[in-house]
C-alpha cells in the first residue's frame, strides 16, 4: 500500500479532519451524512470502544427515506482529538442527553449500539426514561451481555493500566474489526491504543441494578451477535421490556456488522422494524 493509498484509509476509518474545526452542540456530538429533514424517525447509532463514526454514519444512504441516521461522535478522536476523552458513562450519557434533548422530544427516535456502544445505548435510554419519559421506539443492540447480566462484572475486574500494549493489539487482532494496515502505522496504534483503552475504563465505570419488579423499558429490542464470537448472556434483555424481545446471530464474529453482507441484512432489518413502529 502506498502512502496516499494509506492515508485514504486513515481519513476513512478514523475520519480524520484535514483542517481543525470548532464544532459546537449537535455538530460537535452528531455525525449526519445524509440528512433527512422529513424523516418520521431517527436512528442514533454509538460506535464500539476506540471507535469512530466514518462506518455506521454510512448507513444513512442505506436506510430508508423515512429514517434519517445519527452517529455519536465521542470525545477525544475524529474533529474532537484535541478534547479529553471522558471520565464516566455518567458524563457521557449526560452530554449525549443534553445534545440530543431537544431532538429526541420532536421526532421519534430510535437507538443502535455494538459492543461499548450497546451498553452506552442503554444508559442514555435509561436516563431518558427515568428524567423525561422519553423511550425509543425499538433498542437494537449487537455484541453485548444485558446490562443486568452478571456476566459484566469481570470486565469491571481488569486492570487497563495494567494491561501491555501487546496485549491490547493482540485483543485487537484477535476480535478484528482493525485493518492490519492501520495497526502497522506507529501513530495510528498509538493513538488506537490510548482511545480504546480510555473508552475501556469508561465501561467499567457502567453500573445497572434492575429493581425486581422494574421493567424500565415498553419498546421493543432486538439482539444481535456473531455465530463465531464469544457468547453473551442475552437473554436479560428479556426482562427489561414489556415489549417483545428478538435474537438473531449471523455469521462472523465480534466485528460481524462490517461483513458486507450482513450490513445489508442489519439495515433492511432495522428499516422494516422501525416503519413497523406504527409512527
Given at each position: 500500500?502506498?502512502?496516499?493509498?494509506?492515508?485514504?484509509?486513515?481519513?476513512?476509518?478514523?475520519h480524520?479532519?484535514?483542517?481543525?474545526?470548532?464544532?459546537?452542540?449537535?455538530?460537535?456530538?452528531?455525525?449526519?451524512?445524509?440528512?433527512?429533514?422529513?424523516?418520521?424517525?431517527?436512528?442514533?447509532?454509538?460506535?464500539?470502544?476506540?471507535?469512530g463514526?466514518?462506518?455506521?454514519?454510512?448507513?444513512?444512504?442505506?436506510?430508508?427515506?423515512?429514517?434519517?441516521?445519527?452517529?455519536?461522535?465521542?470525545?477525544?478522536?475524529?474533529?474532537?482529538?484535541?478534547?479529553?476523552?471522558?471520565?464516566?458513562?455518567?458524563?457521557?450519557?449526560?452530554?449525549?442527553?443534553?445534545?440530543?434533548?431537544?431532538?429526541?422530544?420532536?421526532?421519534?427516535?430510535?437507538f443502535?449500539?455494538?459492543?461499548?456502544?450497546?451498553?452506552?445505548?442503554?444508559?442514555?435510554?435509561?436516563?431518558?426514561?427515568?428524567?423525561?419519559?422519553?423511550?425509543?421506539?425499538?433498542?437494537f443492540?449487537?455484541?453485548?451481555?444485558?446490562?443486568?447480566?452478571?456476566?459484566?462484572?469481570?470486565?469491571?475486574?481488569?486492570?487497563?493500566?495494567?494491561?501491555?500494549?501487546?496485549?491490547?493489539?493482540?485483543?485487537?487482532?484477535?476480535?478484528?474489526?482493525?485493518?492490519?494496515?492501520?495497526?502497522?502505522?506507529?501513530?495510528?496504534?498509538?493513538?488506537?491504543?490510548?482511545?480504546?483503552?480510555?473508552?475501556?475504563?469508561?465501561?467499567?465505570?457502567?453500573?445497572?441494578?434492575?429493581?425486581?419488579?422494574?421493567?424500565?423499558?415498553?419498546?421493543?429490542?432486538?439482539?444481535?451477535?456473531?455465530?463465531?464470537?464469544?457468547?453473551?448472556?442475552?437473554?436479560?434483555?428479556?426482562?427489561?421490556?414489556?415489549?417483545?424481545?428478538?435474537?438473531?446471530?449471523?455469521?462472523?464474529?465480534?466485528?460481524?456488522?462490517?461483513?458486507?453482507?450482513?450490513?445489508?441484512f442489519?439495515?433492511?432489518?432495522?428499516?422494516?422494524?422501525?416503519?413497523?413502529?406504527?409512527?
Amino acid at each position: 500500500m502506498n502512502p496516499s493509498e494509506e492515508l485514504c484509509l486513515l481519513q476513512h476509518w478514523f475520519h480524520y479532519p484535514s483542517a481543525t474545526f470548532k464544532f459546537l452542540g449537535m455538530e460537535k456530538l452528531m455525525v449526519c451524512v445524509h440528512k433527512r429533514q422529513n424523516a418520521l424517525c431517527r436512528l442514533i447509532c454509538f460506535p464500539w470502544a476506540g471507535g469512530g463514526t466514518s462506518l455506521l454514519a454510512q448507513w444513512g444512504k442505506r436506510l430508508s427515506n423515512s429514517i434519517e441516521v445519527f452517529c455519536v461522535r465521542y470525545p477525544g478522536r475524529e474533529t474532537r482529538l484535541n478534547e479529553p476523552f471522558a471520565k464516566d458513562m455518567t458524563s457521557m450519557v449526560n452530554e449525549v442527553t443534553s445534545v440530543l434533548l431537544k431532538d429526541l422530544q420532536e421526532k421519534p427516535f430510535a437507538f443502535f449500539g455494538h459492543s461499548f456502544g450497546a451498553y452506552l445505548s442503554f444508559a442514555v435510554a435509561l436516563h431518558l426514561k427515568e428524567k423525561y419519559g422519553l423511550e425509543p421506539v425499538h433498542l437494537f443492540v449487537s455484541g453485548a451481555h444485558a446490562p443486568n447480566s452478571e456476566a459484566i462484572l469481570p470486565f469491571k475486574s481488569i486492570s487497563v493500566s495494567d494491561a501491555k500494549d501487546e496485549e491490547v493489539i493482540e485483543y485487537l487482532q484477535t476480535v478484528g474489526g482493525t485493518p492490519s494496515v492501520l495497526l502497522h502505522n506507529e501513530d495510528v496504534r498509538k493513538n488506537l491504543l490510548l482511545t480504546f483503552k480510555e473508552d475501556f475504563r469508561v465501561l467499567q465505570t457502567f453500573s445497572f441494578e434492575k429493581a425486581e419488579m422494574d421493567i424500565p423499558f415498553s419498546c421493543d429490542i432486538t439482539c444481535f451477535n456473531g455465530g463465531d464470537d464469544k457468547p453473551y448472556d442475552l437473554q436479560g434483555w428479556q426482562e427489561l421490556t414489556s415489549g417483545d424481545t428478538s435474537f438473531y446471530e449471523l455469521p462472523g464474529g465480534h466485528f460481524y456488522l462490517l461483513e458486507p453482507s450482513n450490513e445489508i441484512f442489519l439495515t433492511k432489518h432495522i428499516t422494516r422494524c422501525i416503519e413497523n413502529a406504527g409512527l
